[in-house]
């Protein structure tokens, strides 16, 4: 259940209540005329169950209410009433299951971009990630991956391509790129730092490490496991029910193969590197496709479901 905001100019007031009065899935409607000061206008609340937020919002866009007022989504935890059981029921589909769209680019927006804090948590979950390799230590590799922020960037570039907007592809693909490559520079900086202090376990070579070997080794099972981490990751994105340590799943396939580029490159172990390199691209690759493709399929399962509610019928 969502909590509905709307600071409308006057002349849209009564076009906004007959959308939202008219929607099943809408309840609680109030209106304050002339509440709002800066810009001045009337406000209009109300509740929304969240599979019907979709509708409402186009709705309220296409009356150009975003133009010279706002819409505001807050959520509601607990809603107890006879009024809010009914719109669940009458509202397509089931609200843990629905995408809100301006939620999720809401959500992109803030975590694609390129920050002081998103650096630093970056090359700490790097040189983590470096210490588990060197010492073939998958307990420190999985340490990495919960602190490791990428998969923000990640979705950002999947929504932006999903939606074809240019400027989130591009901040995306900028946060993206320039954390991955500081990232595998810490890890570089740190074993050659290591390495220089005798720290670095004597013949080491990252391929022939037992449990930390598959990162520099590109293969089809670890390009599916990006497949499945994409379609978790992006689920956990657009759901009102999302696991917190879905991002473990996404950082399984990048932040370690940006650890074992460093790695490999400060001790001159150019197969190893390459290898890392690769497994990154196609694990990035394969965590946006799977991206987009999971949008494209939340979206037209849910045109499919509102057709055939019995409120569109």
Same mark, same amino acid.
Do not use: C
């Given at each position: 259940?969502l909590h509905l905001r709307v600071v409308s100019a006057?002349?849209?007031?009564? !076009?906004?209540?007959?959308?939202?009065?008219?929607?099943? %899935?809408?309840? $609680?409607?109030?209106?304050?005329?002339?509440?709002?000061?800066?810009?001045?206008?009337?406000? =209009?609340?109300?509740? =929304? %169950?969240?599979? #019907?937020? $979709?509708? *409402?919002?186009? #709705?309220? !866009?296409?009356?150009? *209410?975003?133009?010279? #007022?706002?819409?505001?989504?807050?959520?509601?935890?607990?809603?107890?009433?006879?009024?809010?059981?009914?719109?669940?029921?009458?509202?397509?589909?089931? /609200?843990?299951?629905?995408?809100?769209?301006?939620?999720?680019?809401?959500?992109?927006?803030?975590?694609?971009?390129?920050?002081?804090?998103f650096l630093v948590f970056l090359i700490v979950a790097?040189?983590?990630?470096?210490?588990?390799?060197?010492?073939?230590? &998958?307990?420190?590799?999985?340490?990495?991956? =919960? =602190?490791? &922020?990428?998969?923000?960037?990640?979705?950002?570039?999947?929504?932006?391509?999903?939606?074809?907007?240019?400027? !989130?592809?591009?901040?995306?693909?900028?946060?993206?790129?320039?954390?991955?490559?500081?990232? +595998?520079?810490?890890?570089?900086? /740190?074993?050659?730092?290591?390495?220089?202090?005798?720290?670095?376990?004597?013949?080491?070579?990252?391929?022939?490490?037992?449990?930390?070997?598959?990162?520099?080794? &590109?293969?089809?099972?670890?390009?599916?496991? %990006?497949?499945?981490?994409?379609?978790? /990751?992006?689920?956990?994105?657009?759901?009102?029910?999302?696991?917190?340590?879905? /991002?473990?799943?996404?950082?399984?396939?990048?932040?370690?193969? *940006?650890?074992?580029?460093?790695?490999?490159?400060?001790?001159?172990?150019?197969?190893?590197? #390459?290898?890392? +390199?690769?497994?990154?691209?196609? $694990?990035?690759?394969?965590?946006?496709? %799977?991206?987009?493709?999971?949008?494209?399929?939340?979206?037209?399962?849910? !045109?499919?479901?509102?057709?055939?509610?019995?409120?569109?019928?």
């Amino acid at each position: 259940m969502l909590h509905l905001r709307v600071v409308s100019a006057p002349e849209r007031t009564e !076009r906004v209540l007959r959308l939202v009065r008219s929607d099943p %899935a809408i309840f $609680n409607v109030a209106l304050f005329r002339g509440a709002a000061v800066d810009p001045p206008g009337d406000l =209009v609340i109300a509740d =929304v %169950a969240r599979e #019907g937020v $979709n509708t *409402v919002v186009s #709705g309220l !866009r296409a009356i150009e *209410v975003d133009q010279d #007022g706002s819409i505001a989504l807050e959520h509601v935890d607990v809603l107890v009433g006879q009024a809010a059981e009914e719109a669940e029921r009458l509202a397509p589909g089931y /609200g843990s299951d629905a995408a809100v769209w301006e939620e999720v680019e809401a959500r992109v927006r803030d975590d694609s971009v390129l920050t002081a804090s998103f650096l630093v948590f970056l090359i700490v979950a790097a040189l983590i990630a470096a210490v588990g390799l060197l010492e073939d230590s &998958p307990i420190l590799i999985v340490g990495a991956m =919960v =602190v490791g &922020p990428e998969f923000g960037p990640i979705a950002g570039l999947s929504v932006g391509l999903f939606k074809r907007r240019a400027e !989130r592809i591009r901040v995306a693909l900028s946060t993206l790129g320039v954390g991955l490559a500081v990232g +595998a520079i810490a890890a570089l900086a /740190g074993t050659w730092l290591a390495d220089t202090a005798d720290l670095v376990p004597s013949g080491f070579s990252a391929h022939a490490q037992p449990l930390t070997g598959f990162i520099v080794d &590109p293969s089809l099972l670890s390009f599916t496991v %990006a497949l499945l981490a994409g379609v978790a /990751g992006t689920l956990s994105l657009t759901q009102a029910k999302a696991g917190a340590l879905i /991002g473990v799943l996404i950082s399984v396939t990048t932040i370690p193969a *940006v650890a074992a580029v460093g790695v490999s490159g400060a001790l001159g172990e150019w197969h190893d590197a #390459g290898g890392a +390199a690769i497994q990154l691209a196609l $694990n990035v690759a394969a965590l946006v496709l %799977a991206g987009v493709f999971t949008l494209w399929v939340q979206r037209e399962a849910w !045109r499919k479901i509102a057709r055939g509610s019995p409120e569109q019928s």
